[in-house]
């Protein structure tokens, strides 16, 4: 027995169970045990700068984060998205020239994004080898080999109707003809020479289709990073605006996940570690932090968390309003997903982490 020796097991001392710990309870002798105060006191290790210090559990580094951009056609383009305060739209140069300051900050990733100049019902443009994405992907490769280029692979920025699939006449989100047009936009992807893909579209079987694609074609040295557990969030809502990406009808909870499910989402990452996912991650971050947790005692895979659009424009509101500090913030929100379990967090507060950093 250890009762009333102190000693939790290391996996009792995560959980909220260690507060029943040396109570003040009856002995068989019927003698009262002692409350640990005076003897204990947390406090002691939080009195000086250098034992916070040395004694944190959690820090956050440049290598922890994957910052999104966004793409468009053409060249010398840096718009301003008014959805997402600080960030812009850029053609590939302008991209490549981000990158080149992005890595001399000490930044590690970049996930893309593209908004083609056409659409069609079946996002055939998102494909396309000199679609924004491809070309961006060279351009940033060649300016700066040594980041790492990810990109998300999803159908919703190219098709017409704003959908993550191919639609049927009555408007369901078809899924085994989705898969093939979504293998063939991750080739695209590594054909350019990206290092990593991820599906964001959520149909069933999306990582074996891709894997396999990217196996036939000689890229089974290229990852691909799962967002296992997406939900329908309302969390995305700049993000539409940014990306052009809204469905023109309907909404995407006919593919995304309930926001109430958590078994589920141990389902989805289990499927899709055996459908070949190297990375699994949990997104929206910020509202599903239990969510993250639990991925991360169900398996020892690398996992990755989504803070997105809306945690990040959130932050900002409250910032700009003077309601909080919103640099300390936006640090507290990174520490809590890596302390959730994520190994990587894709962040629009990457550039200006950085910037901290050297402050
Ligand atoms: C594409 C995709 C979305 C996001 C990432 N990939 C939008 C969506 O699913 O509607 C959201 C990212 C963010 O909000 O920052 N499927």
Redesign the pocket.
Known sequence: MTCGTGVLSPRRATGAAGGALRSRRPTAAGREEPLPYPLDRPRRLRETPVLRDLLRETRLSPDDLMY?IFVVPGKGVKRPIASLAGQHHLSPDAAAELARGFRADGGRALIL?GLPDRKDETGSPGADPDGPVQRAIREIKSAVPDLLVAT?V?L?EYTSHGH?GVLAPDGRVLNDPTLELLARQALSHAEAGADMVAP??MMDGRVQAIRKALDSAGFERVPVMS?SV?YASA??G???EA?Q?APSSGD?RGY?MDPGNIREAAREAELDLAEGADILMVKPAGPYLDVLREIRLLTGRPLAA?Q???EFAMLRAAGDAGLLDYRAAALESLLGIKRAGADLILTYLAPEYLRWRRQ
């Open positions: 999104p994004f998300d999803c919703c993550c964001s579209d967002y997406k969390f995305y700049p993000f539409r990306a990406s995407r995304q989504y997105v659009s809306g």
